[in-house]
């Protein structure tokens, strides 16, 4: 059952991405209206919120741009940073919202944050339980079937929350992009319908695999209920 589960996200999880990554390729044809770069929107935006000690830079991939908190940085892949257009002025703003987040103490970014080095332990643990279930899964059943369980529900637990909390987190930098997009007047109508639209394709990469990893906690949490029975 498991593995149908995975099956169905994984599809889904690849249809939404191709999906985003068509509208992305759509919208970098057309020459934002100010004829601004990503890194001059992230630069512009940066300094209409008073944020002079964040970085921007420049980075290879593509889709690969991020905040990091940590040492204060917008890194844009190089098409964003470079390009002139409707989704690179979108994803240069997003991260400079995830910036302002930062900036303004913003609740759930902070909790995401501080949920970050919980989550790569848990995505550590149940990497190692799979491979032991694979090469060794007599190991596994030494320790009891239901507290193996318990370990994998508690780390999805942990994987779900974290999901679930970066939502908010990408919508609000979203909202604030758009709005600062719109209050700057560097993009026609239809550049901004295309930001919008861009980044609500990225922001359903997020829901897929917020709801992928809830409905496995369910399953999981079923199996044990089952056993007890």
Not at 2 to 15: A, D, H
Not at 87 to 105: F, Y
Not at 210 to 215: D, E, N, R, T, Y
Request: hydrophobic share 50%; aromatic share 10%; proline share 2%.
């Amino acid at each position: 059952m498991i593995i149908v589960i995975g099956i169905v996200f994984m599809i889904i999880s690849f249809l939404v991405s191709q999906r985003l990554k068509s509208k992305f390729k759509k919208y970098s044809k057309t020459t934002l209206m100010s004829n601004m770069s990503g890194a001059e929107v992230a630069a512009s935006m940066l300094k209409d919120n008073g944020l002079y000690d964040v970085g921007i830079t420049c980075q290879p991939g593509h889709l690969t741009d991020h905040y990091n908190p940590s040492n204060k940085t917008v890194n844009l892949s190089e098409n964003v940073y470079y390009g002139r257009n409707a989704a690179a002025a979108a994803v240069a703003a997003h991260e400079c919202g995830h910036a302002v987040q930062h900036a303004r103490a913003y609740r759930p970014l902070e909790f995401r944050t501080m949920l970050v080095p919980i989550q790569s332990v848990s995505a550590r643990i149940l990497n190692i339980i799979v491979m032991i279930a694979i090469f060794g899964g007599g190991f596994l059943y030494s320790f009891g079937w239901d507290k193996i369980i318990l370990a994998v529900i508690a780390c999805y637990l942990v994987l779900t929350l974290f999901s679930f909390i970066t939502l908010p987190v990408e919508f609000d930098a979203s909202k604030r992009a758009l709005a600062w997009i719109k209050s700057k007047n560097i993009a026609s109508e239809q550049d901004q319908y295309m930001a919008k639209d861009a980044l609500k394709w990225a922001a359903m990469t997020y829901v897929v695999a917020a709801i992928g990893s809830l409905v496995t906690l369910l399953y999981y949490v079923m199996i044990l209920l089952g056993n007890r029975d």
